[in-house]
């Protein structure tokens, strides 16, 4: 068969189509595809209605050479995508005994009772094939039509089902039809917007075929995501390698705080842990939110001892002994609460490192002398005690302010390791 | 013209094929226009291509009564939706010169300069209505061609920007169109699942068509939405609350945690405001998810004291005199130890309720005796002092058992007040 250039991707469920869940497949799985280097024209998402979904199959067929489906795999009468499918392909459905006997024994393992309808999922159209679901009960299925080139892969509509089978499943199937495989580094950069880091690396991403150089942001961070294509994953791996290193030599190597790493906090405790170092926090306009992030990551406990969150002033002095002198003098939003608040956290806790936050969230609270989004983060370490101002945008949300205070305060950690 | 019985969502985007972001402006526009009782049968998404999306608008024509756009109405070369969908109504654009003073003047406001391109932004099809943005530059436009009976009401991309123009613009508009007026109240549930609330109500559910009652479920949560149309809000609003005193006078009631309200921290919030009481918590598992959701909400500064993350056991012990006999004897995730620190933290920040968890969020650190997902919870007040053990899935994420165990802690704080 043809290689595979274009492809569309056809979510189906009445719940997308209601606005119930967020259709989080059709990004991930455009984010993949683009990966791969294969141009996505088209999403849509249609309910569970056959004669819809046979009108947009057809829709796509005539434009583009691979189709994905998400949802209508499950048990009941109507989930249909897979019978529509197999119908618009001219397949019948067989009962496949290796993919039943993968049904009965996830019944068994979670121990719930295995219905009669439950059966049909093991149906797969003749000459397909199947997707292993290792995360839920509906297989998915690959159809390749010779005829007309096209390719049909059908995953279950649940993104922890489904994002796992395109990944170890589907991925590698699309690699093997275009004869090479990918691989991808992460850069993680903080404290630089995206128009400053594109217009450092104009020249490096404007020429970049392969690897490809992808900007990704999230609030105050850029990922670029640089992606090789080769024969094997060695010499993807190198190629990759050769444009971290180039763009590590930019202005932009200043603002990197990881490599392939998954978060500011992730490569806290990745290092804290390198270095046999503790850590602890005080917190007050992020109230818990630096606690939060560093123990999202699972086995931070090796190097996190613990926090304040100290809303109130008799937090503050109550738990990490700031002076009551001190807050009546500056307030509670200062250089000098922000440095006793890290240095009591890091002596209350008996840790290496602690930092501190105080500031003014919003939307009240803000005076024209600290507006909202004054924000001091304190640090206290062996190399000594200091506090840092920022102004973040008055305009933002609370959850912004909160978000970027707390991320500021994180990254200004690495750097006491 | 005629009624609006269906509608298409048609979002316009590069950024969305790529799967560089999550396409949450289709799922808020489904849910409205659903809350409207106006149909949705297709989404689609298309890049900022011409020929593309004019192909989009000529099936969406056919099918339906309504387009809503989002996307590509910006300043640059390739925001082309506006130009796009004019020549598909035959309409030529015209400079507004209301909304170029409104775009001005957002430019003064910001601080940021205004480029000739951004004039472009002014342009309205003739005959078209302007959806005012005060969150951006770009207007939205609503175009009627009684001709074909097809209204197309566009706006922006960016969801700060398109939530509140559909909600406070679009949203009245399509009211007036109908000639009724849509309320809706909500019903707050904790630790009660889907199917035994949809099992309880079923009889109210079945044949309720005005008001509807739509359950949307989050994490350990269900949220009964009742919406009910009328001639005028006030009808509506007391049709909506017959529903209400039936679904509280159901079994469904005793796990109803609050009605009308965002979450359970929220209504934590607005209660122990009410009460005038103060509130502490002190987390080992959850490490800060507590102390951050309650300080999300905006004012919670006036209750919560504060909170102490106390990960490792000599956190315990230093911040909120947990006894090294207590950790040594039963460990650390124990009911003793659960309710000397809920005393502990009520007793250092001198609050009136205080929580505290400690348990194994996974993956790592489970046993026979206590698997992944035992946590207990415990609770100080003036009522006195006592532990609940929460058994949650050791199969499922640690995400997802800190998530629940927070809730279940904010939930018995409630039952404190």
């Known amino acids: 068969m043809k290689k595979i250039q274009s492809a569309e ?5 009445t719940e997308l189509l209601l606005g119930d869940i967020v ?27 056959p004669e ?14 691979l189709i994905i489906t998400s949802g209508g795999l499950g048990p009941t009468y109507d989930d249909l995508t897979k019978e529509t499918i197999a119908e618009f392909f001219g397949k019948s459905l067989v009962r496949n005994e ?23 999922q093991a149906d797969i159209p003749e000459g397909a094939l199947v997707i292993k679901n290792d995360y839920g009960t509906a297989p998915g299925v690959i159809i390749e039509d010779e005829e007309r080139e096209i390719t049909a892969i059908m995953l279950p509509g649940p993104p922890r089902e489904l994002e796992p089978m395109f990944l170890y499943e589907a991925m590698p199937y699309l690699m093997k039809r275009s004869g090479s495989v990918l691989v991808s580094r992460n850069i993680n950069i903080f404290g630089m917007g995206e128009s400053s880091v594109e217009n450092i690396l104009r020249p490096l991403m404007e020429n970049a075929s392969n690897p490809t150089i992808a900007p990704y942001c999230k609030e105050g961070e850029v990922r670029l995501r640089i992606t090789a294509k080769a024969e094997n994953s060695e010499k993807a791996y190198e190629m990759c390698s050769e444009v971290v290193e180039k763009i590590l030599s930019t202005e932009v190597g200043a603002a990197v705080y990881g490599i392939d790493t ?10 804290l842990k390198e270095s046999g170092k503790t850590f602890a926090s005080a917190e007050s306009c ?34 990490i002994g700031v002076c009551h002198d001190t807050l009546e003098k500056y307030g509670a939003v200062s ?17 290496d490192i602690a930092i501190s936050t105080t500031g003014i969230a919003g939307p009240d609270g803000g ?10 983060v304190g640090i206290s370490s062996e190399k000594g005690d200091r506090a840092v101002l920022l102004r973040l945008s008055p305009r933002r949300e609370r959850s912004y302010i909160r978000t970027l205070a707390a991320s500021n305060a994180l990254f200004l950690a690495l750097g006491e390791i």
């Open 98 to 120: 290796e993919v039943l006997a993968d049904i009965t024994s996830y019944f068994a393992e979670t121990g719930r009772i295995m219905t009669e309808n439950n059966k049909k």
């Open 52 to 65: 819809r979904l046979k009108k947009a199959l057809f829709e796509a067929a005539g434009r583009c050479d």
């Open 286 to 319: 992020t109230g818990g939110l630096i606690a939060k992030r560093i123990t999202d990551i699972s086995g931070s406990s090796a190097v996190f001892l613990g926090g304040c969150v100290t809303y109130a002033n008799s937090a503050k002095e109550k738990l």
């Open 262 to 271: 998954d978060s500011i906090e992730a490569e806290l405790v990745r290092r």
């Open 335 to 351: 250089e000098d609460v922000a440095i006793q608040m890290a240095r009591g956290a890091r002596k209350a806790l008996g840790a």
């Open 9 to 13: 991707i056809l979510c189906v469920g």
């Open 367 to 376: 005076s024209p002398e600290k507006p909202v989004g004054t924000v001091w």
């Open 23 to 49: 259709n989080t497949n059709a990004a991930y799985l455009s984010r993949k595809l683009a990966e791969l280097g294969i141009s996505v024209y088209h999403q849509s998402v249609v309910g569970d209605n």
